[in-house]
């Protein structure tokens, strides 16, 4: 299991790197979420999120062998670019597995950051076999996106940096997909600050995280869920992330994607920083106030912002929120 | 006319009520612009632009009977924010005069920052007769959005803490519309660095400055401006703006709606930071590279945001910057 020793070390290894992001305050949030907001901004990460870190920790340790044959990943998302930008640092040769009907913004932006980019015949269903055979043929190594120590250690930093930035931090609060970042970030928290709590947080029907910790067992969803929360679609937590995650997270909150674009709407429009969905998830459980229960007597919350590659095309969907009607939702915000 | 010690006096009187705000800085938009950007984020100013700190020093030097009889402002934009926050700061009453078509989320944002909205029988043509009539009756003090002496002096702190933050600034980009904030930061950074450019950044259509700058007198456009900038919509700069203007700065460039529709949306894509189009002027001037026969010998360029009130239903009319046809626009940017 990944310790506070491996995240120190991956921190050490990627200070040349990448940006320590900044922590951003906003009063209107503060009184929104009835309490101080610490928002450990992830968006301003290179690559617009925290993926980086757990990409470039793994190639970092790879042999130069292993650098020389390449690396490659399957995703549509924030960790394809993660690796593509970790590779293009290095010189090593990355290759992006997407399916065919892949945003195409999305690969292009990948392809910008020097990725190869293979989508023939690629479904979403067909992905992880594809990438088998590309490995078998060019001897690849995979850079999996969550369940994997070095990946877990290089997300953990986010951790480190909160404990350290954070004065008196006693909850943080964290999205759950795959379970990459709230593993790294629970053992580097929970080692540094052991009074400290740590929430996962999840959106309807993409709340595999929530029942697995309810029932004590990994639980898997039937199908992919249809959040706007696109990065944490996927179906359950890692395994090595289900370790970590069942020992030392001390709940999973659920929140709606009404709740998620309200706060993203709030952080633009009071915070001015740009998140995309899944960004603002985190945020969502403190915004929306429906986990009294669970963190009423949370005083100095951490919430980490992942990411902010937000597409701008969705964003309309959030604009009915900008003035929602009255008594429709909890949130209340007076001015900064 | 507006000297250092007032601006020094102005940001004394500020301190305890304003942020200093930071500058924001993003390898993608400097390799747009072909130098190092400092980005001065008044988009992150208590009410969301620079507006708050001339309202503030004027009314910190009101008596206490002024006081007492409250101020008033024809706006219907940050300009009213700004005084309807300073007033409720000081426990000032504040009346804002709006024209009966203003838009109601402004509306709605000024009374929520406390200030008494007039909007009966108002119109763009007749407001400042209704603010004439509403201070004879009730003794109000006027509180002018920016030819005033106090104005000058509080938006010049921007340029104060521009001279202070940012290392061997040799030319500051400034949006023009009344005048105010250029004339404040010209004084400002003329005095502490006299050897560094100032310049004004106005949109076609907007061009009065430039004009009155190219001509030596005063200009003053026949009709208000279609502007996507709103915030620069003036129909001329004050006098004693232009008193500065000609003077200290440096030259005056004008964008096209197109150039700062595509700059809005870099800084959000890419800074992941929320600015309004007129936010996004100045950084426009840079990022579209017209005017290299003006400015191509800038090293270390400082750039007001000067606010970040974007009306999210307006953002469609960036989107298609998103991904501009190749050869359509001098933009080009590389990933960070």
Same sequence: chains 1, 2.
Avoid at 175 to 191: E, F, M, R, T
Avoid at 266 to 280: F, W
Wanted: net charge neutral.
């Amino acid at each position: 299991m990944v310790t506070l020793s491996d995240i120190r070390a991956a921190a050490t290894r990627l200070a040349p790197h990448i940006h320590e992001t900044p922590i951003l305050r906003c009063r209107s949030l503060d009184e929104a979420a009835g309490r101080p907001l610490a928002l450990k901004a992830e968006n301003l990460q290179r690559g617009g999120a925290f993926k980086l870190r757990g990409a470039l920790n793994t190639l970092l340790q790879l042999s130069a062998a292993d650098r020389a044959r390449g690396v490659i990943a399957h995703s549509s998302g924030n960790h394809a670019q993660g690796v593509a930008i970790a590779a293009r640092m290095l010189g090593v040769r990355a290759v992006i597995v997407m399916p065919q009907n892949a945003n195409p913004l999305k690969v292009a932006a990948t392809r910008g950051y020097g990725a190869d980019v293979v989508q023939d015949g690629v479904t979403g269903d067909n992905r992880e076999q594809a990438t088998a055979r590309l490995i078998a043929q060019h001897g690849y190594t995979l850079v999996h996106p969550y369940d994997d120590d070095r990946i877990i250690a290089g997300q953990g930093t986010v951790g480190l940096e909160i404990a350290t930035q954070v004065n008196d931090v006693d909850a943080v609060f964290v999205p759950i997909g795959g379970g990459g970042l709230i593993s790294g970030v629970a053992a580097a928290v929970k080692s540094l600050h052991p009074g400290a709590r740590v929430f996962g947080v999840e959106t309807e029907g993409a709340d595999d995280a929530a029942r697995s910790l309810a029932s004590g067992s990994r639980q898997r969803l039937s199908a992919v869920p249809t959040t706007i929360a696109d990065g944490i679609r996927s179906l359950s937590v890692g395994e090595r992330n289900w370790e970590i995650i069942r020992r030392l997270v001390d709940g999973v909150l659920v929140v709606s994607d009404f709740d998620v674009a309200a706060a993203l709407t709030l952080l633009l429009t009071r915070v001015k920083t740009v998140v995309e969905p899944t960004g603002a998830v985190a945020a969502a459980a403190l915004l929306s106030r429906k986990h009294a229960d669970r963190i009423g007597d949370v005083r100095n919350a951490a919430v980490v912002l992942s990411g902010g590659n937000l597409d701008l095309g969705s964003l309309p969907l959030a604009l009915p929120l900008a003035d929602p009607p009255a008594g429709a939702h909890p949130i209340s915000v007076t001015p900064s």
